[in-house]
């Protein structure tokens, strides 16, 4: 099967999207550090005989084209980085930086976590159709962001799961009425820093 942009379906010029975003990595010093992730079953939160160690700086995904990625990729990546940072360390004003930037910070996480859905090595459980509906600029129908903050740990921990038990909600945006072209749920959590993500279907 010919290799195509997992976005906007084309086979020309494909290039290897970082996972998790260079600046991130610098931010807390992990471009050489190892990490594991681990899946969860979405019906009874056992984990599942599958798991992935490898470098921070060579998790990358080589099914985004390079128009994407430096196009409109790039530009929310821009957009996301100045707040992303003082919410992912908590600062005093995280909440209302939070509320006051909802659908652009619900678009980084959504994008991170589709690009992060395609990289893992286990069944693609988030179908292509919802690339193709968010690089037309709106979060797929159906789909709802969950943030949370958590304040015991200093020090940044990425994971991905095919589902979580984290119920700590602090600000949620729910997007139009259920239209999805999946009969498959899927949940998608990370951990950046003290901020807790959950994509949901």
């Known amino acids: 099967m010919k290799r195509k942009c997992i976005f906007c379906d084309s086979s020309k010029s494909l290039s290897n999207e970082h996972i998790f975003p260079v600046w991130l990595l610098n931010e807390y010093g992990l471009t050489n550090?190892?990490?594991?992730?681990?899946?969860?079953?979405?019906?009874?939160?056992?984990?599942?005989?599958?798991?992935?160690?490898?470098?921070?700086?060579?998790?990358?995904?080589?099914?985004?084209?390079?128009?994407?990625?430096?196009?409109?990729?790039?530009?929310?990546?821009?957009?996301?980085?100045?707040?992303?940072?003082?919410?992912?360390?908590?600062?005093?004003?995280?909440?209302?930086?939070?509320?006051?930037?909802?659908?652009?910070?619900?678009?980084?996480?959504?994008?991170?976590?589709?690009?992060?859905?395609?990289?893992?090595?286990?069944?693609?459980?988030?179908?292509?159709?919802?690339?193709?509906?968010?690089?037309?600029g709106s979060i797929p129908s159906g789909v709802s962001i969950d943030v949370g903050f958590i304040n015991t740990l200093d020090y940044l921990v990425l994971q991905y799961h095919l589902t979580s038990k984290c119920n700590v909600v602090t600000a949620r945006d729910k997007f139009s009425e259920y239209n999805s072209v999946s009969n498959e749920p899927y949940i998608i959590t990370l951990k950046l820093n003290k901020l807790l993500v959950r994509v949901n279907l």
């Open 33 to 136: 550090e190892m990490f594991a992730g681990h899946y969860v079953n979405i019906d009874t939160f056992e984990p599942v005989n599958k798991s992935r160690t490898m470098n921070y700086n060579n998790f990358k995904n080589g099914l985004v084209c390079r128009e994407c990625n430096n196009g409109w990729m790039s530009e929310l990546e821009s957009k996301a980085i100045p707040i992303l940072k003082p919410i992912m360390s908590l600062a005093p004003d995280s909440l209302a930086i939070l509320v006051g930037n909802q659908q652009l910070l619900s678009k980084w996480i959504y994008k991170t976590a589709y690009v992060l859905s395609y990289g893992a090595n286990y069944r693609k459980i988030v179908p292509l159709a919802h690339g193709r509906e968010f690089m037309m």
